[in-house]
């Protein structure tokens, strides 16, 4: 099992790898709009890769590991997409020209990649470090981890917040940590100079709005991995399942994101789903030690919650847009 392990790890980098550079050096080489049908094809592309590796677990690996695989890469999948909303407010407020958009995501995601390693892997170690002594309730044995049961009740009041809260149509995003930061080491500019990151104006280095929104959606991205890191460990602790299920999951981001900014108007009801979806994983959180919800169970509950989501905006949207 082991090797069987090392091995999918080594093919999943490989891969990923070459994707990668196929992507920025090849397919997006000269900056162009990402139409529709592109976003469609490229989102497809990535859910099928997602799918075949998904199919190669449950050949090396078996099924209850292919079930872990398949719950959390959709568990991270529905979260992700409150951060493509947030993509588009920022691509709003530093006014990022549609050709320069997927040049930032791209290496958004890039930086996403390690980040999510790094909270994966010591989020694992953590959780080995947390679990309070065993203790009998009501003749039942209770092995209690205390992280996990905190970021239970914090996903639960996200979920909530995320119901109840009003959406942002405009953010200022001047005070950004990110921003403090480009701008305590080096001097900014309001020019793009042609899509690149940095440029000379004056015989010195400044940063361009590119590089800025990157540095802004990494920021972004890290709050959102509060959220979404613990909602997989309900899943599994095998670094090995969260982390490449996580990755295939972000990889797709990019395309997901032209599809929804040019359909952003449709899918009002998709926030209430992820609120529901990050409750339920809140829930399951808590009373883990008490009563465990299967990983089928819960790639069920997620799947049906997104479909209802969809269908239900595509169905109502005339009545929410004559609300608007």
């Known amino acids: 099992m082991l090797t069987s392990e090392i ?19 090849v397919l997006n080489k000269s900056p162009h709009k990402i139409s529709n049908k592109e976003a469609i094809i490229w989102s497809m592309v990535w859910i099928l890769i997602a799918m075949l590796f998904g199919g190669i677990i449950y050949i090396y ?7 872990e695989y398949m719950t959390a890469y959709l568990i991270e999948k529905a979260l992700s997409i409150d951060n493509l909303f947030v993509f588009i407010l920022i691509f709003n407020f530093f006014a990022i020209p549609e050709k320069y958009q997927h040049k930032v995501l791209f290496w958004g995601i890039i930086g996403a990649i390690f980040m999510r390693a790094l909270f994966i892997f010591i989020g694992v170690e953590l959780i080995n470090l947390t679990y309070l002594p065993e203790f009998t309730l009501f003749g039942k044995s209770i092995h209690l981890n205390f992280i996990l049961f905190i970021f239970g009740f914090f996903l639960i009041y996200a979920g909530i917040k995320s119901a109840i809260g009003e959406d942002n149509e405009e953010v200022d995003y001047s005070n950004n940590f990110a921003i403090r930061l480009v701008k305590r080491f080096m001097s900014v500019t309001d020019k793009f100079n042609n899509g690149k990151f940095f440029s000379i104006e004056n015989g010195k280095r400044v940063a361009t709005p590119l590089f800025v929104s990157v540095m802004v959606i990494e920021a972004s991205d890290l709050m ?17 399942i969260l982390y490449t299920s996580n990755i295939f999951a972000i990889l797709g981001l990019r395309s997901l ?33 008490f009563y465990k919800i299967e990983s089928d169970i819960s790639l069920i509950v997620v799947a049906l919650t997104l479909a209802i989501s969809v ?14």
């Open 7 to 25: 091995h999918l790890i080594i093919g999943f980098f490989i891969f990923v790898t070459i994707m990668l550079l196929l992507d920025l050096g």
């Open 61 to 67: 690996l078996g099924g209850q590991k292919t079930s």
């Open 224 to 240: 959102f991995a509060v959220d979404s890191i613990p909602a997989i460990f309900t899943v599994s602790t095998d670094p090995f």
């Open 257 to 289: 994101y032209f599809l929804l900014a040019n359909m952003i108007g449709v899918f009002h009801y998709l926030k209430y789903g992820i609120a529901f979806i990050l409750t339920f994983i809140g829930v399951k959180m808590v009373i883990a030690d």
């Open 311 to 324: 269908i239900t905006s595509l169905v109502f949207k005339k009545n929410i847009t004559d609300i608007q």
